[in-house]
């Protein structure tokens, strides 16, 4: 199986802030990545794809890069909303993994 | 755009088997260009998943669930099903069903159903 490891794990930042949070891939997975935003008792909600394209409906602030074994996902300027706790995951080979998660909360 | 719901008893005994069923509205099952999965979270910890069925009846699975999963697929009643056999207390989870295109990420999701493994 190919691991999927966040970091941080965990992640204070203030409301305006820039926030960056990196996933690896334990080999190439060219840019077979995708992101989620997870709020508690919910689903995940799909914000990126091929490690870079926005999901429709998704805001710009959020920005994906990245190709191979190291990825990030990139929030330009946090709003109240954006404090969730985000997913990578792969898809460039079954079965399909995901990284452990980052808990992104308000300071 | 596509809604998923699962259903199912929210609580199975241990050794029995776990069984749900994902209802795709807003489209059609049969389409060629989705994928239906599943994918599961035990309270407080990341997402697994379990795995992928195709229209046609292809299905992927993740490999140290594969001797208890099986999913099917219901073409005439847009459903797709989730029979996982001989489960324990560390099959307690929230399963959500999902769509994705291929070897793309799961755009539409359902809101979840947690089943306890419990006597």
């Known amino acids: 199986d190919i691991q999927m490891t966040q970091s941080p794990s965990s992640l204070s930042a203030s409301v305006g802030d820039g926030v960056t949070i990196t996933c690896r891939a334990s080999?190439?997975?060219?840019?077979?990545l995708n992101w989620y935003q997870q709020k508690p008792g919910k689903a995940p909600k799909f914000l990126i794809y091929?490690?870079?394209s926005l999901q429709s409906g998704v805001p710009s602030r959020f920005s994906g890069s990245g190709s191979g074994t190291d990825f990030t996902l990139t929030i330009s300027s946090l709003q109240p909303e954006d404090f969730a706790t985000y997913y990578c995951?792969?898809?460039?080979?079954?079965?399909?993994?995901f990284g452990q998660g980052t808990k992104l909360e308000i300071k | 755009q596509l809604q998923l719901q699962e259903s199912g008893p929210g609580l199975v005994k241990p050794s029995e088997t776990l069984s749900l069923t994902c209802t795709v509205s807003?489209?059609?099952?049969?389409?060629?260009?989705?994928?239906w999965g599943w994918i599961r979270q035990p309270p407080g910890k990341g997402l697994e998943w379990i795995g992928s069925?195709?229209?046609?009846?292809?299905?992927w699975y993740k490999p140290s669930l594969k001797s208890r999963v099986t999913i099917s697929v219901d073409t005439s009643k847009n459903q797709f099903s989730l029979n996982l056999n001989s489960v324990t207390a560390a099959d307690t989870a929230v399963y959500f069903c999902?769509?994705?295109?291929?070897?793309?990420?799961?755009?539409?999701w359902g809101r979840g159903t947690l089943v306890t493994v419990s006597s």
């Open positions: 999902a769509s994705s295109r291929r070897d793309s990420g799961y755009d539409f």
């Open positions: 807003g489209g059609s099952i049969s389409s060629s260009s989705y994928y």
């Open positions: 069925i195709y229209y046609s009846g292809s299905s």
């Open positions: 080999q190439s997975i060219s840019t077979y």
């Open positions: 091929g490690a870079s």
């Open positions: 995951q792969q898809t460039y080979g079954l079965p399909y993994t």
